[in-house]
């Protein structure tokens, strides 16, 4: 009860060894919504992607500040600004940038999975359609 939240800060090796998307799965239906470390294992990054889980890399020097932030504060707040890409430490002016693919960024904007976003563009897709059909 003292730590809650939807954003979950782990130590310097998350996914390594549970590269099943049962693993992403989970702490999407625990009710995380983001997990933060220095390291993020590529299979599990892909899978909490998909699983509308924002893996957000940090590096070192900054994940200890959370910690510290956080081991003074355990109400401490984060913020995490997909659309700029930036975390903060509320209130204790840290701020650091992250990656995050371009594609898979708007699927978490907007909510989409994989099919979700293919229909968004089905306009595009027919005018393309229809375009090659008067081609040949």
Do not use: W
């Given at each position: 009860p003292t730590y809650s939240g939807s954003i979950l800060v782990a130590g310097d090796q998350v996914g390594c060894g549970s590269s099943r998307e049962h693993a992403a799965g989970a702490l999407k239906a625990y009710g995380f919504k983001v997990v933060v470390s220095s390291y993020v294992a590529d299979i599990f990054r892909g899978n909490a992607l998909n699983n509308g889980l924002l893996p957000v890399l940090v590096s070192p020097d900054f994940l200890k500040n959370i910690?510290?932030?956080?081991?003074?504060?355990?109400?401490?707040?984060?913020?995490?600004?997909?659309?700029?890409?930036k975390i903060e430490i509320v209130g204790r002016g840290g701020v650091e940038s992250?990656?995050?693919?371009?594609y898979k960024k708007t699927c978490m904007i907007n909510g989409y999975d994989d099919i979700d976003y293919l229909l968004s563009k089905k306009e595009l897709i027919?005018?393309?359609e229809e375009k090659q059909l008067q081609v040949s």
């Amino acid at each position: 009860p003292t730590y809650s939240g939807s954003i979950l800060v782990a130590g310097d090796q998350v996914g390594c060894g549970s590269s099943r998307e049962h693993a992403a799965g989970a702490l999407k239906a625990y009710g995380f919504k983001v997990v933060v470390s220095s390291y993020v294992a590529d299979i599990f990054r892909g899978n909490a992607l998909n699983n509308g889980l924002l893996p957000v890399l940090v590096s070192p020097d900054f994940l200890k500040n959370i910690f510290k932030a956080i081991s003074l504060d355990p109400s401490q707040k984060l913020v995490v600004d997909l659309a700029h890409q930036k975390i903060e430490i509320v209130g204790r002016g840290g701020v650091e940038s992250f990656e995050i693919d371009p594609y898979k960024k708007t699927c978490m904007i907007n909510g989409y999975d994989d099919i979700d976003y293919l229909l968004s563009k089905k306009e595009l897709i027919n005018k393309f359609e229809e375009k090659q059909l008067q081609v040949s």
